[in-house]
């Protein structure tokens, strides 16, 4: 089992910048794959950004690359986004999510926190 707590979120106006944290609790966090996902109102769920317990190869969706980082911190069961440049657009609740390979789906995710840029 794996709990997960986002924080981080708040209000920023375009091209501000946030660094979202998601800490996760037990003892086999580093073998998890992290991933962070979004979803605005009125929309379905997206992904944004993924970290193998490798921190090699980081995915980031077509939207936020070169805007946004991901990375983890194994010692303190954590994974951050750093959020650059942001927009109006990535505007939403954003929740960080694990699984463990080789599961193609997600199984824990958080609650959620909130991302609001103001143009």
């Known amino acids: 089992q794996v709990q997960l707590v986002e924080s981080g979120g708040g209000l920023v106006q375009a091209g501000g910048s946030l660094r979202l944290s998601c800490v996760g609790s037990?003892?086999?966090?580093?073998?998890?794959?992290m991933g962070w996902f979004r979803q605005a109102p009125g929309k379905e769920r997206e992904f944004v950004a993924a970290?193998?317990?490798?921190?090699?190869?980081?995915a980031y969706a077509d939207s936020v690359k070169g805007r946004f980082t991901v990375s983890r911190d194994n010692t303190k069961n954590t994974v951050y986004l750093q959020m650059s440049s942001l927009k109006p657009e990535d505007t939403a609740v954003y929740y960080c999510?694990?699984?463990?390979?080789?599961?193609?789906?997600?199984?824990?995710w958080g609650q959620g926190t909130q991302v609001t840029v103001s143009s």
């Open positions: 999510a694990a699984k463990l390979p080789p599961r193609p789906y997600y199984d824990y």
């Open positions: 037990g003892r086999t966090f580093s073998s998890y794959v």
């Open positions: 970290i193998t317990w490798s921190v090699s190869n980081p």
